[in-house]
Every structure is written in structure tokens, then in C-alpha cells.
């Protein structure tokens, strides 16, 4: 295991619905981020927190709504979602975080994210 | 901008064999390449990392090649395994700018 943890594993859910994704480290680390991996598409960072405070946004649409309430969790908050948004979400970890060389991510095995 | 390309989307070896899987990048200033293998299921699993100010680096049965001439990234699994099928990403850093991914390679191992 990496010590990432993510639940649920997967999650079917109507545009209307309002759904939360959890993670959770256990490996000390001071930044966390979101991804997005669709198929055949390169990982797209959402969003990153480097010790609680949100650093980056990378124009991701409002319907998706992180929350780092400690260094240990992550959320993020899903509404009126579309059904391009179905995809795998994976959270990740890393020591630092923003401003940080040489530093490798620590991946949990993601939420497969089906929306009808 | 950035840009990391992988030269094949799929890659199928015979146990046993080694296995070669490439990536390009193309940003120049780019410091830091590490390697991803990700399973069915799983998420991205850490297999190596190399700094620009080496051409090489050995692991457990991987060796991670970095040409900064060519701006080409490898990755060579020795004595392939059926547990070595999953997607390879490359992924490089500038500084303190974030990880970028490339888009992976299948390997199937045939037993």
C-alpha cells in the first residue's frame, strides 16, 4: 500500500447529485493534490494544497469543490456534474509540496467516477 | 510548452525478455524525471527517479536512461514478469513547478 487512501472506490452518480470524494494520507506529508485521468489522456492536476492552503487551480470548473481541512485529508466536493466529467480521480501526496525539487507523489488507487 | 510524449502506446515482450519502454520531453530545463507503473485498478506506483546530472540509474531489475541531447527518457525492465503488465508513465519537473505526465505505454508480458 502507498498510505494514500481513497473511498469510495467507485461512485455512480446523476448530474443532480451531490457527492463527496475522501482521502487520506498517512505518511506526514505536507501537500496534497487531485487528478483527473481520463483514457488515453495524460493525468491532469486539479488541484494542490501545500499545508492546508489551496496553491494551485488549474481552471478547473466550479462543479468541483476541494476542501483540506488538515495535512492528512482532502475532499472533493462533486455537483451538477456533467457526464464528461466521468473519469478516474486520484488523490495524491508529497512531502514539500509547492516549491519543491525533485520530489515524487505518492498515489492512492483512485475513485472510478461514473456520472449519468 | 511542456510537452512528454511516449514514442508507443503498447509494448508486448515475452517473459523473460527485457523490456524498453521510451519517452520524450521537450522542455530542456526540466530537472527531474521519475517513472510511474500503474497497474489495473491501482493507482500510480513510484518505480524510479533520476536527476538531470546523471545519464543513469539502477533499481531492482529497472534501469532508467536520460539522454538530455535528445531530450529522451527510458525505461528497461530486466527479465520481464506477467506482474510487470500495466501502463508506464514518464513524468518530468522543472524546479519547483509541478510533476507533468505523459500519456503511458501499455506492456503486456506474453508468459
Sequence with gaps: ETGVTQTPRHLVMGMTNKKSLKCEQHLGHNAMYWYKQSAKKPLELMFVYSLEERVENNSVPSRFSPECPNSSHLFLHLHTLQPEDSALYLCASSRSGQGAANEKLFFGSGTQLSVL | ?111
Aim: charge should be neutral.
Design chain 2, 1 to 111: 510548452g511542456e510537452s512528454v510524449g511516449l514514442h508507443l502506446p503498447t509494448l508486448s515482450v515475452q517473459e523473460g525478455d527485457n523490456s524498453i519502454i521510451n519517452c520524450a520531453y521537450s522542455n530542456s530545463a526540466s530537472d527531474y524525471f521519475i517513472w510511474y507503473k500503474q497497474e489495473s485498478g491501482k493507482g500510480p506506483q513510484f518505480i524510479i527517479d533520476i536527476r538531470s546530472n546523471m545519464d543513469k540509474r539502477q533499481g531492482q531489475r529497472v534501469t532508467v536512461l536520460l539522454n538530455k541531447t535528445v531530450k529522451h527518457l527510458s525505461l528497461q525492465i530486466a527479465a520481464t514478469q506477467p506482474g510487470d503488465s500495466a501502463v508506464y508513465f514518464c513524468a518530468e519537473k522543472t524546479g519547483a513547478n509541478n510533476l507533468f505526465f505523459g500519456t503511458g505505454t501499455r506492456l503486456t508480458v506474453i508468459p
